[in-house]
């Protein structure tokens, strides 16, 4: 739950609460400060919290700000007050963005203040209604919501991102707005926390940008979907197999915490499907298909259904280019369980290749890192784009930055591949794109190692959609 704080008084104070209350949101949680308390009808008490008390005494102010706040709204009357309220929760609170409502023209100087004023928006909003003057922003277009500005917040997935690598089908970053300036942004231009950026689109797939970009690290398989979805072909995999799945599985079902679904496609031993439902609890949900339905509207079904967010598969299941093109286009990341311990795994590992989708998925792979609790380490051949490979390592380090997670470049003048195959054990993120559709045969003289995946087929791999 995100942490909100609302510091008001007055008329506007109150409508601005009331406007909170009404519009739902199941991600927030308000806390409000009042001088005097007033009583708001339909207020849950799961997400709104009051006090009542002066929010210009520090030592008040102080006990309700020891919370994370993502946002805080100063909508107070007095000037004065305005002025003493900021100071306080600037004594505890460095760097949280606030909101104030400026009736006076204020004079601020902090980045992460926006001050609103109220003659300009009430001004704006007038002038709407003059006849042969255009409207900015509020009511262009079809007024869908084909037009948007997010805030880039400091743990977005978006962060230290160019704009360039970011897959934009069926909408556009037009504008980005940083320290109250206008970019017109480039292929070039690096997303930054705290940027505003002006969003052209499809309102239903900006709205999924909007997810994405508010994404924080801990929230894997999220923005993809909730749940963990194992799938068993009992015509691909032996018994013994698919029990040592049902092991593996367990473990990455105990580290994401999401609701496990065991899916079932040609049923044959009875006592194998007996096991299988012996694991069926709260959190884990066995659907067996016992009519044969054809198996991409089953799976692409269910992806839907379940709000999938992980697949599961077995490498030989994974190794049928049938099944990869169907996970493919499920656009869900994939999880592949191979023959390698999955509790001696200590270490994450992405290697550059000769494209830019490793920025697409980067805060994918920092954020399975955290959640499994492994080291991560980037390998970088020499022989690559020197351009290209710098402008990732360097998205890779902001990251590392940001998430307060350390990451190992490692420079190698052989193929990575190679390297890689000498290690005891590790887990393999990579990008998945068309390459990895492709007739492993017909990659024999490739040097791409995205296409050389299978080269390393016997460590457990996770395969992770470059759009969004």
Do not use: C
């Given at each position: 739950m995100k942490k909100i704080l609302i510091i008001g008084d007055g008329s506007v104070g109150e409508?601005?609460?009331?406007?909170?209350?009404?519009?739902?949101?199941?991600?927030?949680?308000?806390?409000?400060?009042?001088?005097?308390?007033?009583?708001?009808?339909?207020?849950?008490?799961?997400?709104f919290k009051f006090f009542e008390f002066d929010p210009t005494s520090y030592y008040k102010l102080a006990n309700v700000l020891k919370m994370?706040?993502?946002?805080?709204?100063?909508?107070?009357?007095?000037?004065?007050?305005?002025?003493?309220?900021?100071?306080?929760?600037?004594?505890?609170k460095k760097q949280v963005r606030v909101v104030v409502l400026d009736q006076w023209g204020l004079d601020i100087d902090d980045r992460n203040v926006l001050l609103l004023d109220a003659n300009e928006q009430l001004?704006?909003?007038?002038?709407?209604?003059?006849?042969?003057?255009?409207?900015?922003?509020?009511?262009?277009?079809?007024?869908?919501?084909?037009i948007m500005e997010v805030l880039v917040p400091f743990g977005s997935s978006f962060v230290y991102?160019?704009?360039?690598?970011?897959?934009?089908?069926?909408?556009?970053?037009?504008?980005?707005?940083?320290?109250?300036?206008?970019?017109?942004?480039?292929?070039?231009?690096?997303?930054?926390?705290?940027?505003?950026?002006l969003l052209i689109g499809q309102p239903a797939v900006l709205k999924s940008v909007y997810r994405a970009i508010k994404r924080e690290l801990g929230q894997f398989p999220a923005p993809f979907g909730i749940n963990l979805y194992l799938i068993i072909d009992m015509d691909i995999d032996?018994?013994?197999?698919?029990?040592?799945?049902?092991?593996?599985?367990?473990?990455?079902?105990?580290?994401?915490?999401?609701?496990?679904?065991?899916?079932?496609?040609?049923?044959?031993?009875?006592?194998?499907?007996?096991?299988?439902?012996?694991?069926r609890k709260d959190t884990v949900i066995i659907d067996i298909d016992y009519f044969d339905i054809e198996?991409?509207?089953?799976?692409?079904?269910?992806?839907?259904?379940?709000?999938?967010?992980?697949?599961?598969?077995?490498?030989?299941?994974?190794?049928q280019q049938s099944m990869r093109e169907i996970l493919f286009d499920g656009n869900v990341p994939v999880f592949k369980i191979a023959v390698r311990s999955f509790s001696k795994?200590?270490?994450?590992?992405?290697?550059?290749s000769d494209s830019k989708d490793l920025e697409n998925v980067s805060t994918t792979v920092f954020d399975i890192s955290a959640q499994m609790g492994y080291n991560l380490e980037m390998f970088s051949y020499t022989n690559e784009q020197q351009e290209s490979r710098?402008?990732?390592?360097?998205?890779?380090?902001?990251?590392?930055?940001i998430f307060s997670k350390s990451i190992k470049i490692i420079e190698l003048d052989e193929n990575p591949i190679r390297v890689l195959n000498q290690k005891d054990n590790f887990l393999h993120c990579l990008p998945f794109s068309e390459k990895i559709l492709a007739n492993p045969l017909a990659t024999i003289f490739a040097t791409d190692t995205e296409r050389l995946y299978h080269r390393l087929d016997d460590y457990h791999q996770v395969f992770i959609p470059v759009k969004i």
């Open positions: 409508h601005f609460i009331e406007r909170a209350i009404e519009t739902y949101s199941s991600e927030n949680i308000y806390y409000i400060v009042q001088t005097r308390m007033t009583k708001f009808k339909d207020a849950s008490p799961l997400r994370d706040f993502i946002q805080i709204f100063i909508v107070v009357n007095n000037r004065i007050d305005v002025k003493n309220i900021l100071i306080n929760v600037r004594t505890m001004a704006s909003r007038l002038i709407d209604y003059l006849p042969n003057v255009p409207v900015i922003a509020q009511n262009v277009g079809l007024a869908e919501g084909e991102r160019h704009v360039g690598v970011i897959e934009q089908h069926n909408w556009r970053i037009v504008g980005v707005y940083r320290e109250r300036k206008l970019i017109m942004p480039s292929r070039h231009t690096m997303i930054q926390p705290n940027d505003l950026l032996s018994s013994a197999n698919i029990i040592k799945l049902l092991r593996k599985a367990f473990l990455v079902h105990k580290r994401f915490k999401h609701t496990l679904i065991i899916k079932v496609l040609n049923p044959g031993s009875i006592d194998l499907l007996q096991t299988i439902k012996s694991f198996r991409e509207q089953l799976i692409l079904r269910d992806l839907v259904q379940y709000q999938v967010g992980l697949v599961i598969v077995s490498r030989a299941l994974f190794a795994i200590k270490e994450t590992v992405v290697v550059l710098a402008q990732i390592i360097e998205h890779y380090n902001n990251l590392s930055s």
